[in-house]
């Protein structure tokens, strides 16, 4: 199975602040066929279901605020949040999905200071 | 507008079965991929499997942790995905979501596998 990890589990920041988390995959999810990155990032507010925010590692899925910015390829992916808001507040996953068994980062939860 | 909504979770005992149920619409079923995750309360969420749509011809792939336990099927007559799940064990206590491909997912059934 693919293994995905996430840096860092939590991270405190104050509103208008910029915030990265990092997604390292254990074997390269870009296809060299297509040039794609088989790479989600979601967003799970407390007491919801996941909502796909980012999709091929860098697409934002429409209503997503241009704030969330995915970037990287090969096995290193970062989420960037421009200027955390205090709606933000989530845990943030990255998922697999160049092989199956699909698999998910541990999450890293973003605390609002 | 796509909706999932799963039914048929709650408490069943160690080495029980159960099967859940997911009834979509606002979209036509036959024509994607439908999976089912779980997740753990306070966890990362857990792929658990997926069945092809009409033209892959509705053929299943699984995670290998719950691969010979779990079966997913699907009725395409009345829009309705299934999760048959056997010899059920604690840790497979979950919220348990259906989903269309990565971006419509269901609000989730919670299952409790406990004495």
């Known amino acids: 199975d693919i293994v995905m990890t996430q840096t860092p589990s939590s991270q405190a920041v104050s509103a208008g602040e910029k915030v990265t988390m990092s997604c390292k995959s254990s074997?390269?999810?870009?296809?060299?066929?297509?040039?794609?990155?088989?790479l989600a990032w979601y967003q799970q507010k407390p007491g919801q279901s996941p909502k796909l925010l980012i999709s091929?590692?860098?697409t934002r899925e429409s209503g997503v605020p241009d704030r969330f910015i995915g970037s990287g390829s090969g096995t290193d992916f970062t989420l960037t949040i421009s200027s955390v808001q205090a709606e933000d507040l989530a845990v943030y996953y990255c998922?697999?999905?160049?092989?199956?068994?699909?698999?998910f980062g541990s999450g890293t939860k973003l605390e609002i200071k | 507008e796509v909706k999932l909504l799963e039914s048929g979770g709650g408490l069943v005992q160690p080495g029980g079965s159960m099967r859940l149920s997911c009834a979509a619409s606002?979209?036509?079923?036959?024509?994607?991929?439908m999976y089912w995750i779980r997740q753990p309360a306070g966890k990362a969420p857990e792929w658990l499997g997926f069945?092809?749509?009409?033209?892959?011809?509705?053929?299943?792939e699984y995670n290998p942790s719950v691969k010979g336990r779990f079966t997913i099927s699907r009725d395409n007559t009345q829009n309705m995905l299934y999760l048959q799940m056997n010899t059920l064990r604690a840790e497979d206590t979950a919220t348990y979501y259906c989903?269309?491909?990565?971006?419509?997912w269901g609000q989730g059934v919670m299952v409790t596998v406990s004495s």
């Open positions: 989903a269309r491909s990565s971006l419509y």
């Open positions: 606002g979209f036509t079923f036959t024509d994607f991929y």
């Open positions: 069945i092809r749509n009409k033209a892959n011809g509705y053929t299943t």
């Open positions: 074997q390269s999810l870009l296809y060299s066929e297509n040039k794609k990155n088989y």
């Open positions: 091929w590692a860098s």
């Open positions: 998922e697999q999905y160049y092989d199956t068994p699909f698999t």
